[in-house]
């Protein structure tokens, strides 16, 4: 019996909650919007792709904003959706991001500004707009997607190392201001995942992934649910009192 109410609460347990999540078209996201949405969320996926388009024929209630994260007005008219539809925002999940696989020496200043573009600056406007709606609402959770890269240094990922990092400070100064004002932030530093994500910058993205795998204690990588399971955590109350917290979900790469 034990087992059953503990599977009922967590089914209801953003019952009543309005949730925002960018990067929603596929991977971590697309499963962040499935379990949010599964355990009683109002969802407002966000992504500049239109697959996420699709996303309410399979979670019906869920809504969708096509835009660019790193455009500013993208960032006021989600959460704006979220405040008209639903009445206010509870959680946004920062999980837009891109990545450049280049040595320092052949990273250009566009692909630079291009990272910082998305996973800085993209971070900050939802996290500035979501925070104002947060603050009405009395409260909230901020999580973002990270990367273990924020800690380690891996070579070819200057740009992208760099970017998380910058999303961890950002993150730790939300959960500064935010914490008198009931509003929580968190990072998942995620490991590397099995999504086609990798496919898009590198030709030789399966052999990349398995190198991973042997790489960490777990012997594997991720898939992108144990990632959202992670983000959804953290959005949830069973984190009440975990804020500032850049929470590792790497396999063990970074206890090596």
């Known amino acids: 019996m034990t087992g059953t109410a503990d599977g009922d609460r ?25 379990l949010l949405s599964e355990r009683g969320a109002h969802v407002v996926a966000v992504d500049l792709r239109p697959q996420t388009e699709s996303l309410p024929e399979e979670f019906p209630g869920v809504l969708t904003v096509t835009g660019d994260v790193t455009r500013e007005e993208t960032a006021v008219r989600a959460v704006q959706t979220a405040v008209d539809a639903f009445g206010g925002l509870d959680i946004l999940v920062n999980n837009a991001g891109l990545t450049v696989n280049k040595l320092v020496t052949d990273t250009t200043a566009e692909d630079w500004d291009a990272v910082m573009a998305v996973n800085a600056r993209g971070s900050f406007f939802f996290a500035r707009e979501a925070f104002r709606a947060m603050k009405v609402r009395g409260g909230g959770a901020i999580v973002g997607t990270g990367s273990y890269t924020c800690t380690v240094a891996l070579p ?76 959804c955590f953290l959005a949830s109350p069973r984190s009440s009192f975990v804020t500032g917290a850049v929470v590792a979900a790497d396999g063990g790469f970074t206890a090596l």
């Open 10 to 34: 967590q089914t209801a347990e953003f019952a009543g909650k309005v949730a925002l999540v960018t990067g929603s078209a596929r991977g971590v996201g697309r499963e962040t919007v499935a």
């Open 156 to 231: 070819e990922g200057a740009a992208y190392s760099a970017s998380k990092g910058a999303l961890a400070q950002l993150t730790k100064v939300l959960a500064v201001e935010g914490g008198p004002l009931g509003i929580r932030a968190n990072l998942v530093a995620a490991g590397v995942v099995e999504t086609d994500f990798l496919d898009t910058f590198r030709s030789d993205s399966r052999a990349y992934l398995a190198s991973f795998a042997d790489a960490q204690p777990l012997g594997r990588v991720a898939q992108p649910a144990e990632i959202a399971e992670v983000l």
